[in-house]
């Protein structure tokens, strides 16, 4: 699982998503692969945009016996845009109570609430690290790949 480093903040961040993900391979390398293969680097690179991230763990247990090179093109860029949404959130931005928000994959939506000491839940899954503010956006990580 994700752990912020010691040289890494939980804060703001001076690089983009991809080049945050890049930099940390011990927890993200599935995650930055995946964005590649899908096309997304130059997409996740700009714009503003807030990821939930599936750490290496979360990815391992997604993928199971397969590799990411089984898995269409199409399909796995449908799972990680379940994973954006095109605008900044941070935990602060959440309410108590269950929010449905849009996300980049077109039709279908992420429920996201927090509780009282501002920790995320985004459909179900309990985000163990928030707040993280590259460059453009924000990034949550969590122990699940959505379907």
Do not use: W
């Not at 001076?14 to 692969?33: G, M, Y």
């Not at 996740?44 to 093109?73: I, M, N």
């Amino acid at each position: 699982t994700y752990e912020p480093s010691p040289t890494q903040p939980s804060g703001k961040l001076s690089v983009n998503i991809v080049d945050f993900l890049k930099s940390r391979p011990d927890a993200f390398s599935l995650l930055t692969q995946a964005i590649e293969r899908a096309g997304l680097t130059s997409t996740l690179s700009g714009g503003t945009y807030t990821l939930f991230a599936p750490d290496d763990v979360a990815f391992r247990a997604f993928l199971g016996t397969r590799k990411l090179e089984d898995l269409p093109v199409a399909d796995l860029r449908n799972t990680l845009l379940l994973h954006v949404l095109n605008r900044k959130l941070l935990s602060t931005d959440l309410t108590l109570e269950i929010t449905p928000y849009a996300t980049q994959l077109t039709g279908r939506s992420i429920n996201l609430n927090r509780n009282v000491n501002f920790v995320i839940t985004c459909s179900g899954n309990r985000v163990y690290v928030s707040n993280l503010e590259p460059t453009n956006g924000a990034i949550h990580v969590m122990p699940a790949v959505l379907r």
